[in-house]
T-cell receptor, first 112, second 119 residues
Framework: KQEVTQIPAALSVPEGENLVLNCSFTDSAIYNLQWFRQDPGKGLTSLLLIQSSQREQTSGRLNASLDKSSGRSTLYIAASQPGDSATYLC???????????FGTGTRLQVTL | DVKVTQSSRYLVKRTGEKVFLECVQD?????MFWYRQDPGLGLRLIYFSYDVKMKEKGDIPEGYSVSREKKERFSLILESASTNQTSMYLCASLPTPGGSGTSGSYTQYFGPGTRLTVL
């Protein structure tokens, strides 16, 4: 059974810092990996999706990497802003099934 | 833009009541999902549906049922609500590659969530 772990559970950084969020998964036979953002009391918004054949994806200040063989992904946020404060979740899709397995998230706070 | 709506943002029910949570998506997606989200446990899949009248159990289906009579609507039913079903419930939809609902990228689109409290 796939298990997804995110470390740290919470992180507080001052505005302007670059930061890395980590995600690890136990079964490397994945179809893709996604990073989502969730604001308090809200649904999830997809940030980046990396196919199993890809190594990284970039969108603006966000860069996600994938090392399938070691079961790891990182989300790099450059020049963090208070508006980046949210919970970040990673999720893996195994094989051809539509199901996603989610990590428990990293709650990020960017302070002024 | 893909839009997934859920019937209520907040809901308070009593133990033993029958509860209906409704989810509607407007992009003709084939697949729809119901999750619950609890602190420290993350999102867990309750049920999903890959077509009208089709349903599959997720990881935690006990105490829940679902209904998908129309493609755009996926309902989650708590037959007899219990306090341990107090949670945040999230609905999502997903297109099938090559399917009729190909608008949007191949990713799950989430509704805003329903925070259910069972007293």
């Amino acid at each position: 059974k796939q298990e997804v772990t995110q470390i740290p559970a919470a992180l507080s950084v001052p505005e302007g810092e670059n930061l890395v969020l980590n995600c690890s998964f136990t079964d490397s036979a994945i179809y893709n990996l996604q990073w989502f953002r969730q604001d308090p009391g809200k649904g999830l918004t997809s940030l980046l999706l990396i196919q199993s054949s890809q190594r990284e994806q970039t969108s603006g200040r966000l860069n996600a990497s994938l090392d399938k063989s070691s079961g790891r992904s990182t989300l790099y946020i450059a020049a963090s802003q208070p508006g980046d404060s949210a919970t970040y979740l990673c999720a893996v899709k195994g094989g051809t099934a539509s199901k996603l397995t989610f990590g428990t998230g990293t709650r990020l706070q960017v302070t002024l | 833009d893909v839009k997934v709506t859920q019937s209520s943002r907040y809901l308070v029910k009593r133990t033993g009541e029958k509860v209906f949570l409704e989810c509607v998506q407007d992009m003709d997606h084939e697949n729809m999902f119901w999750y619950r989200q609890d602190p420290g446990l993350g999102l867990r899949l309750i049920y999903f549906s890959y077509d009208v009248k089709m349903k599959e159990k997720g990881d935690i289906p006990e105490g829940y049922s679902v209904s998908r009579e129309k493609k755009e609507r996926f309902s989650l039913i708590l037959e007899s609500a219990s306090t341990n079903q107090t949670s945040m419930y999230l609905c999502a939809s997903l297109p099938t590659p090559g399917g009729s609902g190909t608008s949007g990228s191949y990713t799950q689109y989430f509704g805003p969530g329903t925070r259910l409290t069972v007293l």
